[in-house]
Nanobody, 123 residues
Framework: QVQLVESGGGLVQAGGSLGLSCAAS????????MGWFRQAPGKEREFVAA????????YYGDSVKGRFTFSRDNARNTVYLQMNSLKPEDTAVYYC????????????????WGQGTQVTVSS
């Protein structure tokens, strides 16, 4: 079992930056693909980013590409999402996930999820 705990969410003005962290316990993350997803009220869960086990490959949703950066520190069992140039449409609950998905964008292929952290971007 893997327990994931996100932190770092909050309120920020448009154009600002926030950094999210996701710390794992119970099992090392080094063998898992890690993903970030987000869900705004009334909307479906959306793929944000994914990173392979080594951190050598990252993948981003079109809406965040060029603004968000996903990284991992396997020694600390933690992953990070740096969010820059935030927009009001980035407002959502952000979830960290771990798994071995065949397709990184498929949320249902991730086995473990954090409880989520709220990100609110004001205009």
């Amino acid at each position: 079992q893997v327990q994931l705990v996100e932190s770092g969410g909050g309120l920020v003005q448009a154009g600002g930056s926030l950094g999210l962290s996701c710390a794992a316990s119970g099992r090392t993350l080094s063998s898992y693909v890690m993903g970030w997803f987000r869900q705004a009220p009334g909307k479906e869960r959306e793929f944000v980013a994914a990173i392979n086990w080594s951190g050598g490959n990252t993948y981003y949703g079109d809406s965040v590409k060029g603004r968000f950066t996903f990284s991992r520190d396997n020694a600390r069992n933690t992953v990070y999402l740096q969010m820059n140039s935030l927009k009001p449409e980035d407002t959502a609950v952000y979830y960290c996930a771990a798994g071995r998905p065949a397709y990184y964008t498929h949320s249902y292929e991730y086995n473990y999820w954090g409880q989520g952290t709220q990100v609110t971007v004001s205009s």
